[in-house]
Structure formats: C-alpha cells, structure tokens
C-alpha cells in the first residue's frame, strides 16, 4: 500500500500540541470536575449561583469533548497501536466521573420550579445563554420521578440493556457463520460482513445462495432473537411507563420534543407512495434482463461503471457541487480541504468507514474517510462534509452549550449535500452511460434511504403497539408482522418482488430495532433535504439562506421547530411529495435514456 501524501492526513495537533498537553488538559478537566461537585446544593441561593455552576459545566464540558475527540481520533488513525485505545479508555473514564459529578444539576434546577427559573433569568441578563437549556429541563419535570425513583430507575440499566447486548454477543460473535463458494471459485465467511460484500454479486445463483444460507442462520436462532427483541421491546414499553408517557414512541420522541405526527405522517406517505417504490423495482428488473424480481436482486448496481476520482477531483466536485450554498459555504470546505481537517486514505489498522466529528468547539471539524477513488467514495465525501459544514457553522454561530444539535437535522445537511453532488455530476456528465451510473446511484440511495429505513419504523412501531396492548410476542409473530410489511412494501403480492418465506425472519438480522425509535430519522430526513434541495436548485428566493440559517442555528432551538423555521413540516405530506417527485423525475430520465439506447 502507497504511503499517502502528508496533505491527505488530518492535522490533530490543532487539538493539543502532543500527548503531553492532552494529559496536563485531562488534569484541567479533573480539577473542573471537583470544582463542578462543590457547587451543589447552591443553586437555590439565587440567580448568581445558578450561572456559576451552568458556565462551569460548560467549560469542563467542552474540554472534554475537546479531550475525548483527540483521543478516539489518534485511536483511529491506527487502531491497532494499544497506547492510543488506552488514551481513548482513560479519556472515557474521565467522562463517566464528569457525568457523575453533573448529576445535581437537573434536580436542583427542577426543584427551584418554573417560576424561580424565569425570574432568575430576569435578574441575571447571561442566563439568557441557557434558556433553551433551562427551558428542556423544566418540560420534562411531568416525566421526573422522586428521588428515589429516580435512583431505582438508574439501578435498572443494570438489567435493562442485557437485550441489546446479548443480541450483539449472539449476532457478531457467536453465531456459527458458514463458509461459502461462489460459482468463480471465490470463498469467503458468510457473516454480516461478508453478507453485505457479496449480496450483490454479479452472478444470480451466487446472490441466492448467499442470501438463503445467511437468513439460514439467523432461522436457526430464531427463537433465541425473538426473546430478545421481545425483551427489548418490554424495556421501552417498562420506561414509559415509569415516565408517564402514553406510549413508547411518545418517550422516545419527546427527548427532543419531536411531534408524534412526523413519525405517523412518514408511514402514511410511505404507504401512500409504495407504487413509487414498485416502479423502481419494475425499472430495476428491466434493466437487470429479469422477468422475476427476487428479493436477491435488490442490491446489484443498477448500472456499473469504471470511473475513477482521485481525492483531488473528488474535492473539486464537491466544491463545485456546494455552489448553490454561495460563497461562504465553499469558503469553509475549501479551507477544510486545505489544511488538513480530513484523514483521507484508507490504510493498515485504520478505523472502518467514514464519519464527522464536530465537537472540538474552539477548533473545527475533523473528517475520517477511507478514500477509494469511486463515485461511491465521492458521494462519502460529500456527505461527511455536509456533516461538516453544519457544525462549522454552529460552532462559530452558538455558545456551546446550544451547539450540539440533534440527528433529525444532522442527516439533513449530509443527504442535501448528496443530492447537491447528483446535480452537479448530471451537469458534467458526457454521454447516456454515465448519466444512466448516476442516476441509478441516487435512485438506490433513496431507496434504502426512505423506503427500507419507513418500513423498519413501521414494523418498530407495529410490535411497541402490541406489546402495550398486553400481547406476548415470540419469533413466529415478530415473522408474521415483519412477512406482512416486507410484502407489502416489496409488491410481492401484485408480482413485483417475490418475498420467499425464509427472509420474514430479516427483522432479527436489524440491530437498529434495539436503538429505540432511531431509523425514521434517515427516512424524514432525506425527505426533508429533498424539499430543501428542490427549492435551492430552483433558485426560489430566500431558501439557500434558510437553510444556512438552520445549519447554523446549532442546537439552539427543538429540531422540529428549526426545521419547520426553514420551511419544512415533517408532520405535513409536502416534504414527502418533494422526495417522490424527485424518484420519478429520475425514472423518468431513466426511461427516456434506456429508450434512446
């Protein structure tokens, strides 16, 4: 493997000097940590004592933000090197005992009530910094138990999280994952690494052989991950209800105060636009040469092609792609890009993947990539900078304490940024072929981004509902709902895909079902940048500085409001709309293109 170009590796000592400056900044932190634990049992004393104690947790608490991230980052450059895991597990131990320590301060601000809260902030002008902070706390005070519950509902975690990690155990380690042999002669471990590789084998023999002996055993241990997730499952329901919400969805929802609508008006437009979705399966099939679309056939590349992207192209597109955002927008990723914000190639030991990390307040931005130089890689690199992009501009917009912002807006600015890149690849493409590549590319993105991610939400939402019903539900239900949904959503009914029975079991393969109400966010999310986006690349006035407003709006205000400040309403079926009519737009081109073929 080359050695990558100095340029092409991120800068850390922006963070800290060395590890030196990292150890003696660990020691600051401590000593904040003690002088945070001093301060309960003060904030009664008036408004003075409250600001104290709000701007110490502040500042101990971007430092370590500051410290953690510089650790898990020199962890990830070589993951295999045992001084930096240590780093990483020192710097999280630090964050347990400042977790800890911070412990008094939403009960004293609940038991000062809302009263005394607002006319503190009346008296003392910089606790208007802490509103949205304050404000958070004093709504939640209906779903706050005693003291003492309290502490019994802490003690429970203890017990509560076994599902989750029993089912990582069986899933990742345990499992008997056979070796399989495609029809080329290639062998490989059929785990859910080796699942997700070869899926979408060229050969159709060799993708149905991988995906019956993989679901073979996930049926094997299928009563084993039905107690699991039925287990899961009674432990959301088991919170709520200690908090005094209506259901688990209402309690995993209101962390951010997201309306119960948005998640309802998702399913309802999903299923309202499922003849989309049968569309694209119909258009895949005829692309593919298959008269008989088989639940294997879902995932080879519509159209394959031999394009390369060296990082420094891959930079120039996604500049070029920002142009729509304005100036100031390619401004800060041209910066990034210039003085090594990113770690760009991938290579030995390395960590996995890509990711963002935005909370070195003070500092900026870091982006891990592991860069291969295809389109796929390319429209990485445009997401993370999205990621990117947002927190740049938070961080330089918001005091800390309201830059943190949710993931129903994070995915926003990562997937606009991809649709962003779609268009501009659509302007320099040459000929049919290439246009057909990216095309097919976006297509399938926003089918496992939408419709895939709605139909997980539906069937999360679908066993919670049963549960609080009273039922019992083992692997044969979980099956019987899941075989419904997959059905339904996949038109195997009307012959669109042909669902066998073996994959009714997928829902035990999912590990995001153990999250909680997670996964609707990708979907709301690429629904609500398609609204964006069509109105930016329109050039309808006011949209590009709306959603600049909203990226740098931070974690100021509840997601849902920041987003519908911006023009969006995720409760309402228009952003929906916008993102179907984005799919058939790119069919209808699809179409025309095959026919000129």
Known sequence: MSVPDARDRWDLDDIYVNEESWKEALGTIQEGIESLKSLQGTLASGPAALLACLEMHGRVMKEMYRAASYASMRYHEDTRVGATAGMEQRASLVATRLSEAASFVEPEILSLGEEAVHRYISAEPALETYRHQLDDILRRAEHTRSATEEEIIAAAGLVTELPSS???????????????????????????????????????????????????????????????????????????????????????????????AVYRTLVEQANEHLHVLHRYFGLRGRMMGLDDMCYWDIYPPLVSGDFEYPIDRGKELVLEAMDPLGGEARSAISRGFESRWMDVHPREGKKSGAYMNGHVY??????????????????????????????????????????????????????????????????????????????????????????????????????????????????????????????????????????????????????????????????????????????????????????????????????????????????????????????????????VLLGSQ
Request: hydrophobic share 40%.
């Open 166 to 260: 029993a089912y990582g155990m069986l899933a990742n380690a345990d499992a008997p994952w056979p070796m399989v042999t495609l029809s080329d002669g290639t062998e490989f471990l059929l785990n859910q690494a080796g699942y997700s590789r070869y899926r979408s084998a060229p050969d159709r023999s060799d993708r149905e052989l991988v995906f019956r002996s993989f679901f073979d055993v996930w049926r094997r241990f299928g009563r084993t991950f039905g107690t699991m997730l039925y287990a899961q499952v009674k432990r959301d329901v088991f919170y709520s209800r200690v908090r005094r919400y209506a259901s688990s969805l209402e309690a995993s929802l209101d962390s951010d105060r997201i309306p119960v």
């Open 362 to 591: 003070d500092v900026h931005p870091y982006v891990l990539m592991n860069y291969n130089n295809d389109y796929e890689s390319v429209s990485t690199l445009a997401h993370e900078w999205g990621h990117a992009l947002h927190s740049f501009l938070t961080n330089r917009t918001q005091h800390f304490v309201n830059a943190d912002y949710s993931i129903f807006v994070a995915e926003v600015a990562s997937t606009l940024n991809e649709a962003l890149l779609l268009h501009r690849m659509l302007e320099e493409s040459k000929n049919a072929e290439e246009r057909l590549f990216y095309l097919g590319h976006a297509l399938e993105q926003l089918r496992g981004t939408f419709f895939r991610q709605t139909m997980f939400a539906e069937f999360e939402l679908a066993i919670h509902e049963r549960v609080e019903a009273g039922d019992a539900l083992t692997a044969d239900e979980f099956s019987e709902i899941y075989g419904e949904l997959i059905r339904r959503y996949h038109g195997h009914e009307r012959g669109v895909v042909r669902i066998d029975d073996i994959f009714d079991l997928e829902w035990a393969y999912i590990p995001h079902f153990y999250y909680n109400f997670y996964v609707y966010q990708y979907a709301t999310s690429v629904a609500g940048s398609s609204f964006l986006a069509e109105q930016i690349l329109e050039g309808q006035a006011g949209a590009t500085e709306a959603y600049l407003d909203l990226l740098s709006a931070g974690g100021s205000g509840y997601p849902y409001d920041l987003l519908a400040n911006a023009g969006v309403d995720l409760s309402r079926p228009e952003p929906y709309q916008a993102l179907m009519r984005r799919m058939e737009g790119i069919m209808d081109e699809i179409e």
